[in-house]
T-cell receptor
Framework: DAEITQSPRHKITETGRQVTLACHQT?????MFWYRQDLGHGLRLIHY???????NKGEVSDGYSVSRSNTEDLPLTLESAASSQTSVYFC?????????????FGEGSRLTVL | GQNIDQPTEMTATEGAIVQINCTYQ??????LFWYQQHAGEAPTFLSY????GLEEKGRFSSFLSRSKGYSYLLLKELQMKDSASYLC?????????FGTGTRLQVFP
């Protein structure tokens, strides 16, 4: 079965360190997204991609970067982790072609920055 | 810009009916989604409305009025397992912008 997987599921790091969260989907979807979820804020869009070599900033992109070198993967990098980036991160994908645009979510990565 | 509002919390009794409202103001609109999210889990798709009216799917129904910027999710015959957060999201082109979610607690 097609799926979307995130790794690591849990990560503890220190302020200032670089962290990369992996996202891999086997749906062959064009669109991939990264959200963060915090109490009181809901899901907020960080970055998204509509295809290989395409990346776009979302509403909370500062301190984050992504790259899309193939269809399956959209890694999220925190260049210099800050305590404010402690959150649960969700990766999602959708199929642009003739669909509703329904998002399929990964199981989430819980990041703690000390 | 966009603004999506939902009540923060709601409570209901098992077997009852509950309506969760969502209002939105957004530049660009390509549809409205409802997702369910149990604590500690990923959101899962419930419904999608792109035209005005009611979409029914089993115990769950979703309504949309584009002219009023308004949607609701109706849950019938509530069960304990319906205790979860319900997320309203507006589709803009191919990206979804989410509201803060409504936490529903169902009591026996």
């Amino acid at each position: 079965d097609a799926e979307i997987t995130q790794s690591p599921r849990h990560k503890i790091t220190e302020t200032g360190r670089q962290v990369t969260l992996a996202c891999h989907q086997t749906w062959n979807h064009n669109n991939m997204f990264w959200y963060r979820q915090d109490l009181g804020h809901g899901l907020r869009l960080i970055h998204y991609s509509y295809g290989v070599q395409d990346t776009n900033k979302g509403e909370v992109s500062d301190g984050y970067s992504v790259s899309r070198s193939n269809t399956e993967d959209l890694p999220l990098t925190l260049e210099s982790a800050a305590s404010s980036q402690t959150s649960v991160y969700f990766c999602a994908s959708s199929d642009r072609r003739g669909s509703t645009g329904e998002l399929f979510f990964g199981e989430g990565s819980r990041l703690t920055v000390l | 810009g966009q603004n999506i509002d939902q009540p923060t919390e709601m409570t209901a009794t098992e077997g009852a009916i509950v309506q969760i409202n969502c209002t939105y103001q957004t530049s660009g609109f390509n549809g409205l989604f409802w997702y369910q999210q149990h604590a500690g889990e990923a959101p899962t798709f419930l419904s999608y409305n792109v035209l005005d009216g009611l979409e029914e799917k089993g115990r769950f129904s979703s309504f949309l009025s584009r002219s009023k910027g308004y949607s609701y999710l109706l849950l019938k015959e509530l069960q304990m397992k319906d205790s979860a957060s319900y997320l309203c999201a507006v589709r803009k082109v191919d990206k979804l912008i989410f509201g803060t979610g409504t936490r529903l607690q169902v009591f026996p």
